[in-house]
């Protein structure tokens, strides 16, 4: 099971974080997925870590602005969101990808990923 949190209201230049906690199975063998929705869009790879924090995914349009981490004594899985955009807004789910070692290729795909949160809303506005 994962629970995402963190979202709120936050005007642009802003910043966030976002936690995901996982129970319920052996975290530290799995990587995890950050992925958004915004409305009337389809879900969007944002970012990934894999299961030991020591290679990161980002998409491009986040790059430079998230950084991703992980605790694995506790669990779980942090999103930094900084210099936000009126663009990123939607809402942010976190996800258990289908392994410890995403590829380049795969981490992106919601189909790599077999366990999802509930979702948690990151409104950028002024």
């Known amino acids: 099971q994962l629970q995402a949190s963190g979202g709120g209201l936050v005007q642009p230049g802003g910043s966030l974080r976002l936690s995901c906690a996982a129970s319920?199975?052996?975290?530290?063998?799995?990587?995890i997925g950050w992925f958004r929705q915004a409305p009337g869009k389809g879900r969007e790879g944002v970012s990934c870590?894999?299961?030991?924090?020591?290679?990161?995914f980002y998409a491009g349009s986040v790059k430079d602005r998230f950084t991703v981490s992980r605790e694995n004594a506790k669990d779980t899985v942090y999103l930094q969101m900084n210099r936000l955009k009126p663009e990123d807004t939607a809402v942010y789910y976190c996800?258990?990808?289908?392994?410890?070692?995403?590829?380049?290729?795969?981490?992106?795909?919601?189909?790599?990923?077999?366990?999802w949160g509930q979702g948690t809303q990151v409104t950028v506005s002024s």
């Open positions: 996800a258990r990808f289908l392994g410890a070692n995403p590829i380049t290729g795969t981490w992106a795909a919601p189909s790599q990923y077999d366990s």
């Open positions: 319920g199975f052996s975290f530290d063998r799995y990587a």
């Open positions: 870590i894999n299961a030991s924090g020591g290679r990161r």
